[in-house]
């Protein structure tokens, strides 16, 4: 028997990801192309007709400098890492937060700090889950022209 869990992306969601995606292919000077829901990544950069980049976005609602970290998905970090480095194209997770927008490059190699966390406002238990927290300091910022 398949089990499902509910997908709790609302359109708003995909109103600020899709926000998020044109200023990073404003600041990048790059296409992204949404990829299919539930797909392995949210984006992909295209150029003349070829996929160059794994992109996953994040929308988060406050300050950089509220946390010390962030969190994301283990499931989805090493679906990107993998694909990455299957298909030989960089992996980008691009988190926004009200103040700015960065980037990180997740691979194998780098430090892995994993928690069980996640949201607890849905009273949903399969949202605790293994995550990936990323230090904000490694995080680089986009430069938005």
């Not at 988060?60 to 298909?87: H, V």
Request: charged share 30%; aromatic share 8%.
């Amino acid at each position: 028997m398949l089990l499902t869990r509910p997908i709790y992306e609302t359109e708003n969601d995909k109103k600020n990801e899709a926000a998020v995606a044109a200023r990073l292919s404003k600041a990048w000077n790059c296409k992204l192309v949404k990829c299919a829901e539930l797909y392995m990544v949210d984006w992909v950069i295209e150029k003349k007709g070829k996929v160059t980049h794994l992109i996953e976005i994040r929308c988060r609602k406050n300050l950089s400098t509220k946390y010390p970290t962030l969190i994301c998905s283990m499931q989805k970090i090493i679906k990107g890492i993998n694909a990455s480095e299957i298909t030989g194209l960089p992996f980008v997770f691009v988190p926004s937060f009200t103040d700015k927008l960065m980037w990180i490059r997740p691979t194998r190699d780098m430090e892995h700090n994993i928690t069980m966390a996640g949201s607890v406002r849905r009273n949903d238990p399969a949202d605790i889950e293994p995550c990936y927290n990323f230090k904000i300091s490694d995080l680089t910022e986009v430069i938005e022209k």
